[in-house]
């Protein structure tokens, strides 16, 4: 083979010469995903029984001693493969850096986990949260939990660990050490400085991260973020997913007369607030999803091509949703769920006003209130959302107030509307799937997992504008937890196939990425 090609490569032309050195790296990172399969299968058990410790110290954000054993641990895990870490805080909970220089490395690659995860309903799990047990499939379809020490030979890749956080988010770090391990022992040098930034109150929203890389910016240059959280594809094919959408929340209150009225009495004369609202409802977006606000699609950049043709390859969920949830016809005017989720949306999340069934009465009410969440794509900002909203309230005869409107603002305009916007919201972030990283990147994950999904944008929203309005390196989102892993509810698991398919891939991106 090596034999083969030295020959062409001395006897053709540059273009071979190319051709030949992505061929040798192809082989290079065949060879590091069999060294780091061929390690794990000796120790599949002892990775696990590493798992199962971090897992067992419960890990709710709010609690900070818990999260400061967390991190006391996680800074053992990783200091012991010759990282440098560095606890950080803002004034919540607490973060790790951690750092490995390899001398000569010309690029870095920082990547982020996070180590909190939510509260638990105890009650709810079919075994405790902070007890993680291994079962033999899915605890849905009765399996049963084994004892990870009495295993003998490899575990089968179906089985699932059940614990709080174990697909959300605490698998990355345990594969990222096993993974340096493995490339350790197979004397595989890594290609990339690397560096960590794990969280420890993302589910939390975060609320000090801003801070904490503006304090410590110069620690997080990197070439390329990879944002390691968040399920999988649903056909369970690896996937990099290259952006999420933005989002805001706020409450419209509509206003009728300043006490309920007897409807026999008043009907038809007393305007009544929940008919203003639906009618401005109904004038913000349609029944097909497309927002009727005026210029709200101005700042909203379209698809690239490359981002149209990824789309059009992921594979098609459409029948099996519709299947599964009981749907005729899905919003959207037949477009793709992917491309729909590459959009603006407006989402009506719930109404309030008076009772319905035993609770109805036979009045005309005095307020209506709705509660919207706005996604958010690229160029939109939330500044610019609130404004349009507003214009449009204003343009539908609404007076806008932001606070209670009082008796005399009621009496001196026609209509009257309250926003509650909850919080400032945040853009999204959309990385092109042709900077030369992502293309790095895409094609090395080919390499291993040849039925790649390239995803442009998921539909929910991460605040990763924190991380691309301060740092200069593109962010990809690599996903490693089964899509069914029950994330923030009870029952949280892993697939072990998930594992062992995130460390090849770990062990790919720092045994070979550099060289490419
Ligand atoms: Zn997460």
Not at 110 to 135: C, K, M
Not at 388 to 400: I, R, W, Y
Request: net charge negative; hydrophobic share 40%.
């Amino acid at each position: 083979m090596m034999l083969i090609r030295v020959a062409i490569v001395l006897a053709v032309t540059v273009v071979s010469i190319n051709v030949s050195a992505q061929d040798q790296s192809a082989d290079n990172v065949v060879t590091v995903k069999a060294a780091v399969d061929a390690y794990r299968q000796d120790r599949e058990a002892e990775i696990l029984e590493d798992f199962v410790e971090l897992l067992s110290i419960p890990n709710v954000a709010t609690n900070l001693s818990d999260m400061e054993r967390n991190a006391e641990h996680i800074v053992g895990l990783l200091e012991s493969r010759g990282l440098k870490t560095q606890r950080l805080s803002a004034g919540g909970a607490p973060y790790i850096y951690a750092a490995l220089n390899k001398p000569g490395a010309t690029e870095t690659i920082l990547i982020y986990a996070h180590f909190d995860g939510q509260p638990v309903q105890e009650e709810n799990w079919a075994y405790p949260p902070f007890s993680p047990t291994l079962l033999d499939g899915s605890v849905k379809a009765g399996a049963q939990a084994i004892d990870i020490a009495g295993v003998s030979g490899s575990f089968h890749p179906d089985w699932r660990l059940y614990a709080r956080s174990a697909g959300d988010d605490k698998m990355p770090i345990v594969a990222l050490v096993h993974t340096l391990d493995a490339l350790a022992a197979n004397g595989i040098p890594l290609t990339v400085n690397l560096k960590l930034l794990l969280d420890g109150e993302e589910e939390q929203g975060s609320p000090t991260i801003a801070r904490i890389i503006e304090e410590n910016a110069s620690l997080f240059d990197a070439d390329l973020l990879l944002f390691c959280d968040g399920p999988m594809h649903q056909s369970r094919q690896a996937q990099l997913v290259f952006g999420v959408r933005g989002s805001t929340t706020v409450d419209i209150t509509t206003y009728g007369a300043t006490r309920p009225l007897h409807s026999g009495h008043y009907g038809n004369w007393a305007p009544n607030p929940v008919i203003q609202l639906t009618h401005l409802l109904a004038s913000m977006r349609d029944e097909s999803g497309r927002i009727l606000v005026d210029g709200y699609y101005d700042d909203v950049a379209p698809l690239s091509e490359l981002e149209r043709d990824a789309i059009a390859n992921m594979p098609d969920v459409t029948e099996t949703l519709k299947n599964e949830l009981s749907i005729h016809t899905p919003e959207g005017d037949g477009k793709r769920l992917e491309e729909l989720i590459s959009l603006p949306a407006i989402n009506v999340r719930g109404i309030q006003a008076g009772g319905v069934g035993a609770d109805g009465r036979n009045i005309v009410l005095s307020t209506a209130t709705a509660s919207l969440d706005l996604r958010l794509v690229p160029d939109q900002t939330p500044k610019r959302a609130v404004e349009l909203v507003k214009a449009h309230l204003a343009a539908q005869g609404f007076h806008v107030v932001f606070e209670e409107p009082t008796a005399d603002i009621l009496r001196a305009h026609e209509k009257v509307a309250k926003l509650d916007w909850h919080d400032a919201g945040y853009p999204a972030l959309r990385t092109a799937l042709d900077q030369p990283m992502s293309l790095r990147l895409t094609e090395l994950m080919r390499l291993i997992a040849p039925d790649l999904i390239v995803t442009p944008t998921m539909g929910g929203s991460l605040p990763l504008h924190e991380f691309g309005s301060r740092l200069d390196a593109p962010i990809i989102i690599l996903p490693f937890a089964n899509h069914d892993n029950n994330q923030h509810a009870e029952n949280e698991n892993i697939r072990l196939k998930n594992i062992w398919d995130a460390m090849q891939i770990y062990g790919a991106v720092l045994g070979s990425f550099g060289n490419r």
